[in-house]
């Protein structure tokens, strides 16, 4: 199965800063990975699919990028509704495998 | 506007059956594969079962194997999960998705 390390477990940052989630599989996926956001109560939303295309309607702060088997999501000015929960998965094979998760808040 | 609608959980005792329904609207069903997805109270998110648009293939999590099923019916815009032999660590919100979208979920409780 492969493996996808999701780091931080959890980030608190300000207003407007630049936050930045990783995480590193554990085989070459190629571009198979999405990052979702999860709030309270409410299912995953989709915000970046093939590692670097941003979902329909999702704002431009947020963009995926790739250095091999690395992931990395960015928001660019952190805004107070990207609080919540994020996962990155890996599509490239099954079982599809989810990072544990970034917790992020507000400072 | 896509839809997604899960039913069919509830309280139910270890060793019991129970089936999810999701009813899909807004995009065209037949066309896509289908995800059932889990979430344990406080916990991440599990897949547990893939099937293809036209049922051609299924898998599923190792977790599930032997025990859960998962179908649809394209002419009802439908997917289904069968879950057998239940357990406590199967107690979890379970969502259906396409990845893209996905529904509200429905929560399964196993305890006596």
């Known amino acids: 199965d492969i493996q996808m390390t999701q780091s931080p477990a959890s980030l608190s940052a300000s207003l407007e800063e630049i936050v930045t989630i990783t995480c590193q599989a554990s085989?070459?996926?190629?571009?198979?990975l999405a990052w979702y956001q999860q709030k309270p109560g409410k299912s995953p939303q989709l915000l970046i699919h093939?590692?670097?295309s941003l979902a329909d309607g999702i704002p431009s702060r947020f963009s995926g990028s790739r250095s091999g088997t690395q992931y990395s999501l960015k928001i660019s000015r952190l805004q107070v509704e990207d609080t919540g929960i994020y996962y990155c998965l890996q599509r490239y094979s099954n079982p599809y495998t989810f990072g544990a998760g970034t917790k992020l808040e507000l400072k | 506007e896509v839809q997604l609608v899960e039913s069919g959980g509830g309280l139910v005792k270890p060793g019991s059956s129970l089936k999810l329904s999701c009813v899909a609207s807004?995009?065209?069903?037949?066309?896509?594969?289908m995800h059932w997805i889990r979430q344990a109270p406080k916990k991440g998110l599990e897949w547990i079962a893939l099937?293809?648009?036209?049922?051609?293939?299924?898998y599923y999590a190792d977790s599930v194997k032997g025990r859960f099923t998962i179908s649809r019916d394209n002419s009802k815009n439908t997917l289904y999960l069968e879950m057998n032999s239940l357990r406590s660590e199967d107690t979890a919100m379970y969502y259906c998705?396409?990845?893209?979208?996905w529904g509200q979920g429905v929560m399964v409780t196993v305890s006596s």
């Open positions: 093939s590692a670097t």
């Open positions: 085989q070459d996926i190629g571009n198979w």
């Open positions: 998705a396409n990845w893209e979208y």
């Open positions: 807004g995009f065209t069903f037949s066309s896509y594969g």
């Open positions: 099937i293809y648009y036209d049922s051609s293939n299924k």
